[in-house]
């Protein structure tokens, strides 16, 4: 089955700093690959997704790429704010399959 | 926008007990879900529903059941709580089980079991 392999966090950056969280996740197939934001006390919403090779997804100043050859979707975003501060989830979806999470990596943004 | 809607938001049980969580979307998808959340864990899915009148088992099945009740709704059930069963529980809905369709999830269950 599918997996997916997120940074460890927490990771912590001063307001304005540039961000990365990478991911790579194994499939058997050609999934299409979403990011997942959640923030303090709530559910999951979607942040970005990309559905086949050299896609971008972007959405609030965020982008992830999907990378084929590296079965990679790194998140990244190039001036964070406090309000950004959350857990981000990286999640394959294969063909008539279910989302799977990464373990999530919780970002903190200090002004 | 209602979007899921999860009942309750907070539930403590003892050891033993039983207890139905519900789950109901009013954006018409077909899929529905259950996943439990744990610190370190990530999401892991318990149980599914691509359409109405099918469910299927998920990574962490045991100790659970559940109902697709129609369309609309999605039930789980802890017949006997557990301590172990103690987590978030979030249900989750999608317009059909393809590949490139996000899904929608509700605020939350928070569950402990004492």
């Known amino acids: 089955g599918d997996s997916v392999t997120q940074m460890e966090g927490p990771v912590t950056l001063s307001e304005e700093a540039f961000l990365t969280i990478n991911c790579t996740y194994t499939a058997t197939g050609y999934p299409s690959l979403f990011w997942y934001v959640q923030y303090p006390g709530e559910g999951l919403q979607l942040l970005l997704k990309a559905t086949k090779a050299d896609d971008k997804g972007s959405n609030k100043g965020f982008e992830a790429t999907y990378r084929k050859e590296t079965t990679s979707f790194h998140l990244e975003k190039g001036s964070v704010q406090v309000s950004d501060s959350a857990v981000y989830f990286c999640?394959?979806?294969?063909?008539?399959?279910?989302?799977?999470f990464g373990k999530g990596t919780m970002l903190l943004v200090s002004p | 926008n209602a979007g899921v809607t999860q009942t309750p938001k907070f539930q403590v049980l003892k050891t033993g007990q039983s207890m139905t969580l519900q789950c109901a979307q009013d954006m018409n998808h077909n899929s529905m879900y259950w996943y439990r959340q744990d610190p370190g864990m990530g999401l892991r899915l318990i149980y599914y529903s691509a359409s109405e009148g099918t469910t299927d088992k998920g990574e962490v099945p045991n100790g659970y059941n559940v109902s697709r009740l129609n369309k609309r709704e999605f039930s789980l059930r802890l017949e006997s709580a557990a301590p172990s069963q103690t987590s978030v529980y979030f249900c989750?809905?999608?317009?059909?089980?393809?590949?490139?369709?996000?899904?929608?999830f509700g605020q939350g269950t928070r569950l402990t079991v004492v």
């Open positions: 989750a809905s999608s317009e059909a089980q393809w590949q490139d369709l996000e899904a929608f």
């Open positions: 999640a394959p979806r294969e063909r008539y399959s279910t989302l799977t």
